[in-house]
């Protein structure tokens, strides 16, 4: 199928990337890995976690399973990489998916708004569209809310997607709850000290995608890149060191989780296409509101979101897909080095890392 495309020599990661990505004939999705259906692949292998490196109460805290109950994959050929089909508790997914819907994207995070829209217009993005998207009809071209135009946001150390570079000068507090999850996760993988202190969230609708890219800003590469999922499904395209190398395509489902760290954290990778969940449901069920006695069960110290937050978030994701990508900048005693003038006066700009339906550019 798709590697029939490949001509030797040329950049076959671009090649695929634009196969998955197009629109008609669309792709061959057929021989797309999906970690979360029990199919035979040789590359695929389940590697044991480290049970005890958190109690199940920890996890549960972070609205995670017990980690005795977590699958996690490896893949031949790419060491570090680590893939979690969804261990999260029922009922949790759609308290991170409020999160990063009505909680992330406030001040002073920073998001793709505020390049050209004034503080005081991007204040609170979920209070000026939940009434445009509770009404909004489905399958009509209607104008889109402010939630909808959201296509990333950036916390802690704020990414600036110009210098492609983190800064001292632009860091604010890193949400308790996301550093908790991820220092778990984290912990269970053997990352034990991992510290959270940047995150970009991305935000996709069924004709968005994400350029080949790699995440090489970080300081410390021995920390892990830390992944999660939710709503929608992604083909999500895992490659090599070199653009030559041909990239391996896999779904990314809602609640899945995706490590990258060792020779896999520098790897190449993208997203082309956003599909609907292969339930064929409106939203997975995985991210459906628990009933009020199964939720007697659920540790909420993180809270539960208000019945009318979560129809919202549903019908936000019933188009759409959330990915939060969490990383440690600095390592142990690390520390910025000293700016020059012309790097202190760079200022975040639009990017191509973002891809419209009609930009054909790629990230640099
Ligand atoms: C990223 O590479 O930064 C995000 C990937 C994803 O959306 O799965």
Request: glycine share 6%; charged share 25%; with cysteine.
């Amino acid at each position: 199928m798709a590697a029939g495309l490949l001509e030797q020599g040329e950049d076959a990661f671009r090649r695929l990337f634009k196969y998955y990505k197009r629109r008609q004939p669309p792709p061959d999705l057929s021989g797309v890995l999906d970690f979360s259906r029990a199919q035979k692949n040789f590359q695929v292998l389940l590697v044991p976690l480290n049970v005890t490196s958190i109690s199940d109460q920890d996890a549960s805290k972070a609205g995670l399973q017990p980690v005795c109950k977590w699958k996690a994959y490896s893949l031949d050929g790419y060491p570090g990489f680590t893939f979690i089909p969804d261990p999260f508790l029922p009922g949790w997914q759609h308290y991170w998916a409020k999160q990063c819907l009505k909680t992330y994207p406030q001040k002073p995070n920073v998001c793709n708004l505020d390049l050209h829209m004034s503080p005081e217009e991007t204040t609170d993005l979920w209070e000026q569209s939940r009434e445009q998207l509770r009404l909004k009809a489905p399958d009509k071209r209607e104008a889109k809310s402010l939630l909808e135009k959201l296509r990333w946001v950036t916390l802690g150390y704020h990414y600036n997607w110009e210098t492609k570079k983190y800064s001292p000068d632009h860091y604010t507090t890193f949400p308790v709850d996301l550093a908790y999850l991820s220092e778990q996760v984290a912990a269970a993988c053997g990352f034990q000290q991992f510290k959270a202190e940047a995150g970009i969230l991305n935000y996709y609708h069924f004709d968005s995608s994400l350029g080949i890219h790699v995440d090489e800003s970080e300081m410390d590469y021995s920390k892990p890149l830390l992944s999660f999922s939710f709503g929608q499904s992604a083909v999500f395209l895992l490659g090599g060191q070199k653009r030559q190398d041909p990239p391996l395509p896999m779904f990314m489902h809602s609640g899945d989780i995706m490590i990258m760290s060792g020779r896999s954290r520098l790897l190449y990778h993208a997203v082309p296409r956003i599909v609907p969940n292969l339930e064929g449901k409106a939203i997975p069920s995985c991210l459906e509101r628990i009933t009020a006695r199964d939720s007697d069960s659920v540790d909420t110290s993180f809270g539960q979101s208000a019945e009318g937050d979560w129809e919202i978030c549903a019908k936000y994701l019933q188009n759409s897909r959330v990915n939060m990508t969490v990383r440690q900048v600095l390592g142990v005693g690390q520390s910025f080095p000293v700016k020059s003038d012309s790097e202190s006066i760079a200022d975040s700009q639009p990017n191509s890392y973002h891809q419209d339906p009609k930009e054909e550019n790629e990230h640099k």
